[in-house]
């Protein structure tokens, strides 16, 4: 089973409108990273949030995490269309004796002009 | 820049052929990665390697093996190709842990016939 799940898992907006996409987790972690992935290509790190921290900023968008409730956010402020994408929340988990990060299925987001 | 590639982008094979997809980082990251992703299922990783010569099993690795014979190379083996194994291949590495951030390869998609 997935440690982090993605919701929504698709998301129309227009440009200009605010996008807010959230993960849910299972188990605890150390650290909680977001990452986008356009259409064919790899996914790029978009930010990382650590179990102490409950919000960061980077440019246009802002993570939350509540690790009393396992879940964190990611909004993306004044949407563009360059901004559609699909966006992955990805955790850590120790199992086997080694640290791995897991990876949800992804929020589908598409920006109109 | 560094950079981390990977090889071919497309590759069409059949059932039972062996077949190697490689990945080259020129970050000098000991930890290297290899996931596959599939509609529905994020990412699931198949191998890692946290420096030369070791090698550990992921989540989905049947079917596929792994050797680290230097820093900068991680190549993936599907042993004996199998239908199931159609998928987007990514390489990744990280400086500073498993559970750190992974710079990613623009990825291989393989068809398995």
């Known amino acids: 089973s997935q440690q982090g799940e993605e919701d929504p898992q698709a998301l129309s907006i227009q440009e200009g409108e605010n996008a807010t996409m959230n993960c849910s987790y299972k188990?605890?972690?150390?650290?909680l990273q977001w990452y986008r992935q356009n259409s064919g290509r790899g996914l790029v790190h978009l930010i990382l949030?650590?179990?102490?921290?409950r919000e960061k900023h980077s440019g246009r968008l802002r993570v939350t995490l509540d690790t009393s409730k396992k879940s964190s956010s990611l909004l993306i402020t004044a949407s563009r269309a360059a901004d559609t994408a699909s966006y992955f929340c990805?955790?850590?988990?120790?199992?086997?004796?080694?640290?791995?990060?897991?990876f949800g299925a992804g929020t589908r987001l598409a920006v109109h002009p | 820049d560094a950079e981390i590639t990977q090889s071919p982008r497309h590759k069409i094979t059949e059932t039972g052929r062996q077949v190697t997809l490689a990945c080259h980082q020129t970050w000098n990251h000991n930890n290297m990665f290899w996931y596959r992703q599939d509609l529905g299922h994020g990412l699931r990783l198949i191998h890692y390697s946290y420096g030369v010569h070791d090698t550990n099993k992921g989540e989905v690795s049947d079917g596929y093996s792994v050797s680290r014979s230097n820093t900068e190379d991680l190549p993936l083996t599907l042993e004996s190709a199998a239908s199931s194994q159609t998928s987007v291949y990514f390489c990744?590495?990280?400086?500073?842990?498993?559970?750190?951030?992974?710079?990613f390869g623009s990825g291989t998609q393989l068809s398995v016939l």
């Open positions: 949030i650590r179990s102490n921290e």
């Open positions: 188990t605890s972690i150390n650290n």
């Open positions: 990744a590495s990280s400086e500073q842990g498993a559970n750190e951030k992974l710079f």
């Open positions: 990805a955790t850590d988990m120790f199992s086997g004796g080694y640290n791995k990060l897991i």
